[in-house]
């Protein structure tokens, strides 16, 4: 959101409903340590509102405090100079059940219900003078991205700019489309979803068709390999198997002889040495021969003879080892480092260890499936394109008669407000033309024109418009647009700027009118819009520059008089001033 000049924010309730007490906005807004305000508390409610006050009093921090509740940005410039952070908490009246109530439900929290179909929704934010900003949406903490969602939901911005965001052709195009109605909303989603469809598919085929030749040689590439590891066959684990087998072969010689002479000196089978199962042998006669003598000697001798057991098992598991040595040889050797090679090919092609040659070899038929599949892929896309190209032309050709239609009435219908806002000779022209390429939204561009009186030739909005004459057709393109396509809020941040006299009244009535079916919030500096509110706050800034709460008052009576008699002549006690804000008041109050 912008601050002065011209911002017009409407706020958005899904309940749909047009009764005063259904419709949904805003409650009341709290605000502490935002700019000048240190706090204030502005009571809203339904009808028509206006915000005075003195030059920097802080009357533009209402739109500002409302961007942060609906997840704009945080700029730290604007916490109050000393204070931690600023706060701001809005207190919203939306339909018990609906979008915006799941969407709050879904992020944790909740609203109130207040019994007559209707609940109250409390959004607040933070934002510290070091950069940390947080949300709270229901009574818990959320990502300010949630605010962002539901301010899509409750707040549609229809202007910014010096005085109007539709110089921008997109925005422009916009307005036209929620004047043509929620029918044409329908149509335009369904065509967004079959262009979007289109557009995808066309890329996917773009691709496909680019990268033809590429994959033709990926999955030639893939053929040879898995024939190349299937040729070879690897088994898992079996590289570390055949380095223990060749480690072995390579140091056979050694091997044996290590066995054989462990063999000799454990049981002498060509000598007739004294080998470790003759001297455990003659230890046992000795111990069984005085055993009877001492009984302690007879566990020993058994104890030896256990041990010649165990010596003579180990003697023969080695001359078992010795008969396997005798068959191995030279040629296993070479065969096994045949197969080591052959191995550490596939690895260094395709590994880098032999679990992803395997893989390869397993991954392969699915990526062969998928490179093989593009050629029925691409004649499958190639026919859906075909199909949806059409429907993108004939759904795009449906759109571009019903804006050229919408256009027409648009136009005759502002032009009938600019009248009533004292510009009588002015006209408005919707152009809806079509370009070379399509888009989300169709393939329309759309200018709204401005013929500010009969002869003139009809000229983009803010190109010749007086700043007064750009906010009357802002205003009567709201008025408009609101009866097609209903918002229960607006909020207008000085929609007033460079008009006044007579003008300045026609807005005010304007805005009164528009009051009847929807909450209208304004910010401005002139008695002339003043005089039509129903609801009438001051901000008034204290001695020290700061708003406190005491500062933000509801005007009635005779102190809105002199508040208005302020804005008129600078003066709230000048007879002439309060003679003619009463003047202002009673003709309000007749229209």
């Known amino acids: 959101m912008e601050g002065a000049g011209g911002l017009v924010t409407g706020v958005r309730d899904d309940s749909g409903a047009r009764g005063a007490g259904e419709r949904g906005g805003i409650e009341e807004i709290s605000i502490k340590d935002l700019g000048v305000i240190a706090d204030a508390s502005l009571p809203l409610g339904p009808g028509f509102t206006a915000i005075t006050g003195e030059t920097g009093a802080g009357k533009t921090m209402v739109v500002s405090a409302l961007g942060l509740l609906l997840g704009e940005r945080a700029d730290t410039g604007a916490v109050r100079a000393g204070s931690p952070q600023a706060w701001v908490e809005g207190r919203w009246r939306v339909r018990g059940e609906g979008d915006v109530v799941e969407r709050v439900r879904d992020a944790g929290g909740?609203?109130?219900?207040?019994?007559?179909?209707?609940?109250?929704?409390?959004?607040?934010?933070?934002?510290?003078?070091?950069?940390?900003?947080?949300?709270?949406?229901?009574?818990?903490?959320?990502?300010?991205?949630?605010?962002?969602?539901?301010?899509?939901?409750?707040?549609?911005?229809?202007?910014?700019?010096?005085?109007?965001?539709?110089?921008?052709?997109?925005?422009?195009?916009?307005?036209?489309?929620?004047?043509?109605?929620?029918?044409?909303?329908?149509?335009?989603?369904?065509?967004?979803?079959?262009?979007?469809?289109?557009?995808?598919?066309?890329?996917?085929?773009?691709?496909?068709?680019?990268?033809?030749?590429?994959?033709?040689?990926?999955?030639?590439?893939?053929?040879?390999?898995?024939?190349?590891?299937?040729?070879?066959?690897?088994?898992?684990?079996?590289?570390?198997?055949?380095?223990e087998r060749a480690e072995r072969l390579t140091n056979l010689e050694e091997l044996r002889v290590a066995a054989a002479g462990a063999r000799e000196l454990l049981s002498a089978e060509e000598s007739e040495g004294a080998d470790a199962l003759a001297l455990l042998d003659n230890a046992r006669r000795q111990l069984e021969r005085m055993a009877p003598h001492d009984a302690a000697l007879g566990p020993l001798a058994e104890a030896v003879a256990n041990a010649s057991y165990l010596v003579s098992d180990v003697a023969l598991q080695l001359s078992s080892y010795l008969a396997t040595l005798d068959t191995e040889g030279a040629r296993e050797l070479e065969i096994v480092q045949e197969r080591r090679a052959d191995l550490a090919g596939l690895v260094r092609k395709y590994g880098p260890t032999l679990d992803d040659v395997i893989s390869t070899?397993?991954?392969?038929?699915?990526?062969?499936?998928?490179?093989?599949?593009?050629?029925?892929?691409?004649?499958?896309?190639?026919?859906?394109?075909?199909?949806?190209?059409?429907?993108?032309?004939?759904?795009?050709?449906?759109?571009?008669?019903?804006?050229?239609?919408?256009?027409?009435?648009?136009?005759?219908?502002?032009?009938?407000?600019?009248?009533?806002?004292?510009?009588?000779?002015?006209?408005?022209?919707?152009?809806?033309?079509?370009?070379?390429?399509?888009?989300?939204?169709?393939?329309?561009?759309?200018?709204?024109?401005?013929?500010?009186?009969?002869?003139?030739?009809?000229?983009?909005?803010?190109?010749?418009?007086?700043?007064?004459?750009?906010?009357?057709?802002?205003?009567?393109?709201?008025?408009?647009?609101?009866?097609?396509?209903?918002?229960?809020?607006?909020?207008?941040?000085?929609?007033?700027?460079?008009?006044?006299?007579?003008?300045?009244?026609?807005?005010?009535?304007?805005l009164a009118r528009l009051a009847e079916s929807a909450q209208v919030i304004v910010v401005t500096h002139l008695a002339q819009v003043a005089a039509f509110a129903t609801n009438h706050l001051t901000v008034v800034k204290g001695k020290d520059g700061a708003v406190t709460a005491s500062s933000v008052r509801r005007l009635e009576g005779e102190e809105r008089i002199a508040e208005m008699a302020r804005l008129l002549s600078g003066l709230p006690d000048s007879e002439s001033g309060l003679a003619h804000a009463r003047e202002l008041v009673e003709l309000a109050v007749a229209s």
């Open 110 to 243: 909740d609203v109130d219900e207040l019994g007559d179909g209707g609940a109250e929704l409390v959004l607040s934010r933070s934002v510290s003078a070091e950069g940390r900003s947080r949300a709270v949406v229901g009574g818990r903490s959320a990502p300010v991205s949630v605010l962002t969602e539901l301010g899509e939901q409750l707040v549609v911005v229809h202007g910014q700019s010096d005085q109007l965001r539709l110089r921008s052709a997109i925005a422009q195009r916009e307005t036209l489309d929620r004047f043509a109605g929620p029918a044409f909303a329908e149509a335009l989603e369904t065509y967004a979803n079959v262009y979007h469809r289109w557009r995808d598919n066309r890329g996917e085929l773009d691709e496909l068709i680019a990268d033809q030749d590429r994959r033709a040689r990926e999955a030639e590439d893939l053929r040879l390999a898995m024939a190349e590891i299937e040729a070879v066959a690897p088994q898992p684990g079996e590289d570390d198997e055949l380095a």
């Open 361 to 510: 070899l397993e991954t392969g038929s699915l990526r062969l499936l998928e490179l093989d599949g593009d050629a029925d892929r691409i004649d499958e896309l190639t026919r859906e394109v075909e199909a949806d190209a059409a429907l993108v032309a004939e759904l795009a050709d449906g759109l571009s008669a019903s804006r050229r239609e919408a256009a027409a009435r648009l136009g005759e219908a502002v032009s009938d407000e600019l009248g009533a806002l004292a510009m009588p000779d002015a006209r408005v022209v919707v152009e809806v033309t079509e370009r070379d390429e399509y888009s989300a939204s169709g393939r329309d561009q759309v200018a709204i024109l401005l013929q500010p009186h009969p002869g003139a030739e009809p000229r983009p909005l803010g190109k010749g418009a007086s700043g007064g004459e750009l906010s009357r057709v802002m205003l009567a393109l709201e008025v408009v647009i609101a009866g097609s396509d209903p918002v229960p809020t607006f909020i207008f941040d000085e929609v007033d700027a460079g008009v006044g006299g007579a003008s300045a009244i026609e807005i005010g009535r304007r």
